[in-house]
Nanobody, 130 residues
């Protein structure tokens, strides 16, 4: 099991930027499926994007493509989410999740996250005002 801790959430104005971090409790070299999700009150959890296939590339949901970027620093055991051009609709609690070390993502980006992700952080709040 991997313990994940998110940080970096804040309140910002629309069109602003934030960078979220997700630190893993263990070596991240074999975290082949590692991603970001978000959830706002009354809505279902939404995938933002993930690293998959041994971390060779990141996939993104259409709602954030071109504005959000996911990156990793294996040495720091940290996954990042750089968010630019933020909109009020981006207001949500943001979660980091990982599949068991050595495990690939299962299914497409739109698949039920329970299919791949076993470990979740507590989340960090992002609020975007207009």
């Amino acid at each position: 099991q991997v313990h994940l801790v998110e940080s970096g959430g804040d309140s910002v104005q629309a069109r602003g930027s934030l960078r979220l971090s997700c630190e893993a409790s263990q070596d991240a070299t074999r975290l082949y499926c590692w991603g970001w999700f978000r959830q706002s009150p009354g809505k279902a959890r939404e995938v933002i994007g993930r690293f998959s296939q041994e971390g060779q590339f990141a996939e993104y949901a259409d709602s954030v493509k071109g504005r959000f970027t996911i990156s990793r620093d294996i040495g720091k055991r940290t996954l990042y989410l750089q968010m630019n051009s933020l909109k009020p609709d981006d207001t949500a609690r943001y979660y980091c999740a990982a599949a068991p070390p050595g495990t690939m993502c299962i299914g497409p980006l739109s698949a039920d996250p329970r299919t791949s992700f076993d470990d979740w952080g507590q989340g960090t709040q992002v609020t975007v005002s207009s």
